[in-house]
């Protein structure tokens, strides 16, 4: 059966790290508060000359010689962020020409922290319905440019990143065995930007009140997130006529380590099957599943037929998972 896989990964961190005592001067909190709230020590913030498209530049750069694949190769570059370098044009199309990657169409995808998985599912249908070959997912965000650092309620939480892949396609039982994707726009409130759109475009009042921050109804997402990730386990393994205990490895949006920790526990994985580098990153949004998948290829945690659940949550509300059976 024909299906889409993973040749290449890699990632890319600004080397600028903000640690619990940094933000313990930033607003009222604590190191102890913010570890065992949410497992987070450090985050790496970009330096003001770094945009998404640079992070997403050096991730894609990395993917690509780890799958041997030449920018010219690409019939695709897909970037999934929240953070694009400017609203228009796309940060796929800077990427694009940066790589000379000359054949490939290019475009962003705005699922917020779900957008890696959105995209690799709109990958795996182009590779698999098209004559398309080789196409490469970016997840990046520089969160440190939208979030409020008066904010304790979010500043604490978020870091800067980028992950990528390199999707062709192979004949066999490895790749991609299934993807699930879905949203609840009823939740659309509880996590947002609301200015620098259409609705309220930037203005000295927006500026003013803050509204080019996120904002976040936290509790609200967490709950949100621990109820949904095991619908969505189910439901990619259902598609692939496989169950919970033949997952090796989760790999989740790095949201909050607790979160990960109720999910597994609800879905009954074991937690050295759970891959975690949410203390070292903070939440990078689209960057941080491509990210800890990434890290762990760099660190040969998986082996060749390890079956990997991949999945993401976040603004939207929108939620996914992908199947992967690891072919390298
Ligand atoms: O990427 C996907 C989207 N985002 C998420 O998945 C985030 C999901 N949510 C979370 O991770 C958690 O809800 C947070 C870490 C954001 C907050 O943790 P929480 O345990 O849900 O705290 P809370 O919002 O219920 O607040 C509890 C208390 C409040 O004080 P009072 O009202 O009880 O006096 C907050 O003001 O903790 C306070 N608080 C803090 N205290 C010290 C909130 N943030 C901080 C802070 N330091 N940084």
Same mark, same amino acid.
């Given at each position: 059966?024909?299906?889409? $896989?993973?040749?290449?990964?890699?990632?890319?961190?600004?080397?600028?790290?903000?640690?619990?005592?940094?933000?313990?001067?930033?607003?009222?909190?604590?190191?102890?508060?913010?570890?065992?709230?949410?497992?987070?020590?450090?985050?790496?913030?970009?330096?003001?000359?770094?945009?998404?498209?640079?992070?997403?530049?050096?991730?894609? $750069?990395?993917?690509?010689?780890?799958?041997?694949?030449?920018?010219?190769?690409?019939?695709?570059?897909?970037?999934?962020?929240?953070?694009?370098?400017?609203?228009?044009?796309?940060?796929?199309?800077?990427?694009?020409?940066?790589?000379?990657?000359?054949?490939?169409?290019?475009?962003?995808?705005? @699922?917020? $922290?779900?957008?890696?998985?959105?995209?690799?599912?709109?990958?795996?249908?182009?590779?698999?319905?098209?004559?398309?070959?080789?196409?490469?997912?970016?997840? @990046?965000?520089?969160?440190?440019?939208?979030?409020?650092?008066?904010?304790?309620?979010? $500043?604490?939480?978020?870091?800067?990143? @980028?992950?990528?892949?390199?999707?062709?396609?192979?004949?066999?039982?490895?790749?991609?065995?299934?993807?699930?994707?879905? @949203?609840?726009?009823?939740?659309?409130?509880?996590?947002?930007?609301?200015?620098?759109?259409?609705?309220?475009?930037?203005?000295?009042?927006?500026?003013?009140?803050?509204?080019?921050?996120?904002?976040?109804?936290?509790?609200?997402?967490?709950?949100?997130?621990?109820?949904?990730?095991?619908?969505?386990?189910?439901?990619?393994?259902?598609?692939?006529?496989?169950?919970?205990?033949?997952?090796?490895?989760?790999?989740?949006?790095?949201?909050?380590?607790?979160?990960?920790?109720?999910?597994?526990?609800?879905?009954?994985?074991?937690?050295?099957?759970?891959?975690?580098?949410?203390?070292?990153?903070?939440?990078?949004?689209?960057?941080?599943?491509?990210?800890?998948?990434?890290?762990?290829?760099?660190?040969?945690?998986?082996?060749?037929?390890?079956?990997?659940?991949?999945?993401?949550?976040?603004?939207?509300?929108?939620?996914?998972?992908?199947?992967?059976?690891?072919?390298?």
């Amino acid at each position: 059966m024909l299906r889409a $896989c993973i040749l290449g990964t890699g990632f890319a961190v600004p080397d600028s790290v903000l640690s619990n005592s940094d933000l313990e001067k930033m607003v009222d909190t604590s190191d102890d508060w913010i570890l065992s709230r949410t497992g987070i020590s450090f985050r790496r913030i970009a330096d003001q000359k770094t945009a998404a498209s640079d992070l997403a530049y050096l991730a894609a $750069c990395s993917a690509l010689e780890n799958a041997g694949i030449k920018p010219q190769q690409l019939d695709m570059i897909i970037v999934a962020t929240m953070t694009p370098d400017m609203p228009m044009p796309a940060t796929a199309c800077l990427l694009q020409h940066r790589l000379n990657a000359s054949k490939a169409a290019a475009f962003d995808l705005n @699922a917020a $922290c779900t957008g890696f998985i959105y995209s690799l599912a709109v990958a795996e249908h182009f590779l698999l319905s098209s004559h398309y070959k080789y196409i490469l997912v970016v997840g @990046a965000d520089v969160l440190s440019r939208v979030v409020d650092y008066t904010d304790r309620n979010t $500043c604490v939480i978020f870091g800067d990143g @980028a992950g990528a892949v390199v999707l062709g396609k192979d004949d066999g039982e490895h790749g991609i065995l299934a993807t699930y994707l879905a @949203a609840d726009g009823e939740g659309s409130d509880l996590l947002k930007i609301p200015a620098g759109g259409s609705r309220y475009p930037a203005s000295a009042e927006t500026v003013a009140r803050r509204m080019h921050y996120i904002q976040m109804q936290g509790s609200e997402i967490f709950k949100f997130a621990v109820r949904i990730i095991p619908q969505c386990a189910e439901r990619v393994l259902e598609r692939a006529g496989l169950g919970i205990e033949d997952v090796d490895y989760l790999l989740l949006h790095q949201a909050n380590i607790r979160i990960i920790q109720a999910a597994a526990k609800k879905m009954n994985i074991p937690w050295e099957n759970v891959l975690v580098n949410i203390d070292n990153y903070g939440n990078i949004s689209a960057g941080s599943i491509p990210l800890i998948l990434a890290e762990a290829v760099s660190e040969n945690r998986f082996k060749k037929g390890d079956l990997l659940l991949l999945i993401g949550f976040g603004a939207g509300l929108t939620m996914g998972a992908a199947l992967v059976r690891w072919s390298r």
